[in-house]
């Protein structure tokens, strides 16, 4: 069971993740060329893949939290510390990509639908990507250095 839900775990991450990666650096240069519609609906499709993807990680990771051993124990090693980091930077990666999802996009459509400049909002989401790219890093550093600890 614990590596059915550490796969999961993995899949969800990868889905997030390589899903904004593509939209990233495929679509959005495109979208930025002139091609706006077609990267506005890329993005409004994504998006119950992507919430699924997030949803995925934060159940089976807080699953994983539970069988890392005695509280003592995780504490001690100094996993604690990475854990809370950990857990802060993936509230931030859902918190921003929610805004870009949920806000931007909208926005972008919006724009779209009224043929008013789109440029501001692709903005705003090429920029909130990139954070949540770093901090997608991080959090699988994270990750990483907690299951060696």
């Known amino acids: 069971m614990r590596l059915v839900?550490?796969?999961?775990?993995?899949?969800?991450?990868?889905v997030w993740i390589g899903g904004l990666a593509y939209q990233t650096h495929v679509l959005l240069p495109a979208a930025r060329r002139g091609?706006?519609?077609p990267f506005a609906a890329a993005a409004r499709r994504a998006r119950p893949a992507t919430w699924t993807a997030i949803a995925l990680v934060v159940l089976t990771?807080?699953?994983?939290?539970t069988q890392l051993g005695p509280l003592e124990r995780v504490i001690h090693t100094g996993a604690g510390v990475m854990l809370a980091g950990k857990f802060i930077l993936v509230i931030a990666a859902a918190s921003i990509?929610?805004?870009?999802d949920f806000a931007q996009?909208?926005?972008?459509?919006?724009?779209?639908a009224t043929n008013a400049d789109?440029?501001?909002?692709?903005?705003?989401i090429a920029r909130m990507d990139?954070?949540?790219l770093v901090l997608a890093l991080v959090i699988i550093y994270l990750g990483l250095a907690i299951s060696r600890a």
């Open 118 to 124: 789109p440029q501001p909002a692709l903005r705003a």
């Open 35 to 37: 091609e706006v519609a």
């Open 105 to 112: 996009v909208t926005l972008l459509r919006g724009a779209l």
């Open 61 to 65: 990771g807080f699953y994983n939290v």
């Open 130 to 132: 990139r954070i949540v």
């Open 5 to 14: 839900i550490l796969w999961l775990h993995l899949v969800g991450a990868v």
């Open 97 to 100: 990509a929610g805004q870009r």
